[in-house]
């Protein structure tokens, strides 16, 4: 065995050991469960789940493969369907301009039929097809001939695995919303099964549909018993489309809700295999009072107050904004009701492309978009066949709706981007009505966020997958959560007061039911009326540490000069956030967050103080989120926050690593010395310099060089990630959640034969630089005594390992110099890099 085989087979076995991906997939703290693809046979690309809630199985849509996932044992491993696009079709795709990777069969459509069965669909290398799978025996129904039993996929699932997409079942048949060319430059809300004469779809037209990127869709049924007028069932689609109605030098993107009616055949003359009903309005979540407006739609979740009364429905939609420079995600709830009346409301015109948006006037009679009901039965429309031309060419030219669903937002994170949202009531509709938000993160992190009236209060922040890991897909179900990434999937208990393990925290959920019992020092559920008045504030006056909602303690920290910390302040309200601190200092706010640099004219203390408010209130009150207090302290002191502070157990683990390292190197140089003067006695010494390449010259590195570019601090901030040189995070957000700079750490996954080893530690703040074991820094042919240029006004990579890191690993270093001459270290094979990953 080689010299570069040992350490390719050191390097990984240490980069797993640092990253934790070598112990089980659990969550800390919690009895949950993540799968990665080591469980799935490395079928990634996961995006589309489909849960059957009676027997608890998960089915996941991936690239060419189907999976099933037993919920209730997830030891077991998961089954599998490979689905893949035969040779001829992918370079046929190929030889259209399109890559490797998108000429796959990405599964995009998983929905149970009436017979229990689910439909399939996928890509298929740009040309979508569909199958139908049988749950119980987990197979696709095949022909005659053996080969899987294929439709096309068109207007049912999109050509490209990237393009936004949604779909629904409304009693067994199919409503889509998708692209339905080729190119990707078509798009259609369309009826995609069923009748050949009653699969309809949308007017290719500006005016109906304007570039959107479609969000989400929910069937509503009107119940027999509880509809005595004979109202059709409707599907509502929601999505995000370029404004046509606003004259502006850029495109304006506006949310949209659309409707059409279950029972919609399309017209005689007019519209024909077109929707007769089809009717948008726009979707305004805005803070009026501060004119902060979210245009962005991210994603829809569709709930009711009470279960089986669609007219409870209500959809919370989360936004982000196109005009925010950073990242920002907010939460507004619309009601069906409010949907109703604008759908009911005037309609917006515009005669000619140069003229002004005008109310068109007057309006035909039947009213045009109306969905089938018993009046209009009884007036002889029994069927959308049946209306006059001049309806139908009144709601061709006027999809879009004079007035707009407004609300406003729940709640605001700022320097977050939150991909998912799945939201969990509690309490019943004539009582005080709590909302637990289950929000997912674009690294990989799940947040709960309770909702009480006008409050929102963030509970946890729980990391579950890599940072490169986005969350895509969250289901509720029996009081956990499944939640899906590209690549893994986890299952978190999401429900139950017992998850709350501080007093502060149970505090903040008391709106969920929950209370703290000092006696047993558990966080208990109860039947017991909050009371009014602020409840979360009630709750946290009888914890130990007496402190209110808006009157936080003040934490001391011992910093020391020249430190960069950051100091976190949390809040979910629109409304902005202002910091008091000494006159003198040094800081800069990333959001509601503020970065100090530590000197002594900034030592003193600093407060948060942000706006509260909610929907209708003008006059929002100030409440204090955090408070700090910032002491010079010696280093030596406890509770010093300062840039060798923790750095000492790791340098013990790289001295270790390092020392093992030089002995198992050296003991297997001398074996294989011993070897060589067994076989070849008199081998002259000329001869052992030919080990040596023609270029090198002996030369050790220096030990304060090999080190300089080996470790980095990290920094994060609001979810994100970034590479400083002594940033210290103090990422306690004062309200009980979990740390914001979680472990969390991956290998690279996406591209196993990449022969690179990602090393990503950010739980404890450091980088292994790829740099320390590379092969070129080893070798005596690179100078390492050189240091970087410093700009002026930076500080050199070499200050971020501070002297007394320096000092411990100096004698260890040192010896490497010794094995610097052995021909060993200059072997030309090739070492596995542990890389650091930008994150």
Known sequence: MSPGVVLLVLVPVFCCLLSGNCLPATLRGHGDTILGSERFNHVTN??????????????????????????????????????????????????????????????RLLEFLDDGRLYVCGTYAFDPQCAFLEPTSFTLEKNEDGKVKMETGKTKCPFEPSQHYTAVMADGVLYTAATSNFLGTLFDISRAMGPEQERIRTEQSINWLSDPKFVSSAFIKQPADSNPAGDDDKIYFFFTETAKEYDMYTKVKVPRVARVCKSDVGGMKTLQRRWTTFLKAQLVCEDRPSSQRYNVLIDVFTTQHSPGDPSSTLFYGLFTSQWEPEDVSAVCVFSLSDIGKVMDGPFKELKKPYDNWINPDPVPNPRPGQCLNNELKAEGFESSLKLPDKVLTFVRDHPLMENSVTAAPLLVRRGIKYTKLAVKLTGSAEERQAALLHLGTDRGELHQVAVVGLNATLLQEIPLFSPQEPVNNIILHQGAALVGSPLSVARVQTEGCALYRSCEVCARARGLGCVWSSEENTCQSTQENPGPGDIVDNALKKCQTHESRCHPAIRELKVAVGLRILLPCVQLSPRPCSWDHPPHRHTRQHNSDLEVTVSEDSLGTYICTCQEGGPNVRDPTPCRQAAYHLTREDPSAEGWVGPTKGRHVLAVYIISFFMGLIIGVTLFYFVNKRNQGAQRPKASSEKGRELLGSSATPQSPSSASLMSEGFKMTE?????????TTTTLLSNHGNGSHNGNSYSSSLNNSNPSNGLYNCNISGSGLKLSSEILAPDRLDGRTRMGVRPEVREGESGEGDEIDKGLEDGLGEGLDRLEDYNHFPLFRSSAPLAKCEESSI
């Open 46 to 107: 996961f995006s589309t789940f489909q849960l059957d809630r009676s027997s608890g199985v998960l089915f996941l849509g991936a690239r060419d493969a189907i999976l099933a996932v037993d919920t209730k044992n997830l030891e077991q491993q998961p089954k599998e369907i490979i689905w893949d696009v035969p040779e001829e079709k992918r370079n046929s795709c190929l030889a259209k301009g399109k890559t490797e990777e998108d000429c796959r069969n990405y599964i």
């Open 716 to 724: 994060k901030r609001n979810g994100t990630t970034s590479t400083t």
